[in-house]
């Protein structure tokens, strides 16, 4: 099984549509993290959480909010999604020293 | 704030090597990290170099740290088709609390049969 699990996979929603992504991990790590991903841009934060109750806006959170339910569970909503929040998502974790990022395998959202 | 730039393409024909150029900004960074995302996946940790090396090798990768001119590259000898996909650079800063990594656009890497 998957460290960093993303559900769904796959999302085609709606203009408008306020919509929800979820992210679990195994890995025990307390840091977590939502970017997304656009073709030639590279991998922009847009939040992340370094323990439960510690939540923390990146450099592109507008549209977004975030939910740290437990240590192993973060969720990216997205209000009223709207058609340039088309792109892939990931979530990542973290922990120790050395700062080692791993990711879960994306949710490709398409807002029509 | 801290910026990390990359070529977006890069084509090499199989069994040469393949030199995957980054430069950064942030003086401060601790550790600086290769990444590979191969189609339809996420983005896997290759090799990774704390900021007091100069070079790191890991069976064919060869990573070269240029502190004084922020720059880092990977080089992966004999390349392969398998070595197909985008490679991401990216940074971490020194000061602790901080853990954000800063990543690069990426550079997609082709190999020509």
């Known amino acids: 099984d998957a460290d960093v699990t993303q559900t769904p996979r796959n999302r085609i929603t709606k203009t408008g549509k306020r919509i929800m992504l979820e992210c679990s991990q195994t890995k025990g790590h307390d840091r977590m993290y939502w970017y997304r991903q656009d073709p030639g841009l590279g991998l922009r934060l847009i939040y992340y959480?370094?323990?439960?109750?510690?939540?923390n806006k990146g450099e592109i959170s507008d549209g977004y909010s975030v939910s740290r339910q437990a240590q192993a569970k973060f969720s990216l909503s997205l209000e009223s999604a709207i058609p340039n929040q088309t792109a892939l998502y990931f979530c990542a974790t973290s922990g120790g020293a050395k700062n080692i990022q791993y990711f879960g395998a994306g949710t490709r959202l398409s807002v029509l | 704030g801290e910026d990390v730039e990359q070529s977006l393409f890069l084509s090499v024909r199989e069994g040469d090597s393949s030199v995957i150029n980054c430069t950064y900004t942030d003086s401060s960074s601790t550790y600086l990290y290769w990444y590979k995302q191969e189609p339809g996946a996420g983005l896997q940790l290759l090799t990774y170099?704390?900021?007091?090396?100069d070079m790191k090798q890991d069976q064919r990768l060869t990573v070269l740290l240029n502190k004084k001119d922020k720059h880092l590259s990977l080089r992966i000898a004999d390349t392969q088709t398998g070595d197909s996909a985008i490679y991401f650079c990216a940074e971490s800063p020194t000061n602790f609390g901080n853990e954000k990594l800063t990543f690069g656009t990426g550079t997609r890497l082709t190999i020509i049969p």
């Open positions: 959480s370094f323990d439960v109750k510690d939540i």
């Open positions: 170099i704390f900021s007091n090396m």
